[in-house]
């Protein structure tokens, strides 16, 4: 039976590269855990929270995040 508590990895690490990054908002959309904070012309992941589940670098259309091991 599957824990429905139980973080499902999926990366090793989970990069972000701001000067490509133009603050689309479509990755706070996608994140399942509001990790992702956006205000104006600054994006910050709660890494304390993060669950490394990939949505956010698939949802990126410049790859400013980018999944480390997927
Ligand atoms: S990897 Fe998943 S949990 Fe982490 S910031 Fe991206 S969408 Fe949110
Ligand atoms: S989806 Fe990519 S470009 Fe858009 S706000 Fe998020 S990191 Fe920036």
């Not at 990939?54 to 980018?66: E, I």
Request: aromatic share 4%.
């Amino acid at each position: 039976m599957k824990d429905k508590n139980a973080k499902q990895h999926r990366l090793a690490d989970l990069k972000f590269l701001p000067e490509r990054c133009d603050f689309c908002g479509c990755c706070v959309a996608v994140c399942p855990v509001d990790c992702i904070e956006l205000e104006e012309a600054r994006l910050s992941v709660d890494m304390e929270v993060c669950i490394l589940c990939g949505f956010c670098p698939r949802a990126c259309p410049v790859n400013a995040l980018v999944g480390v091991g997927a």
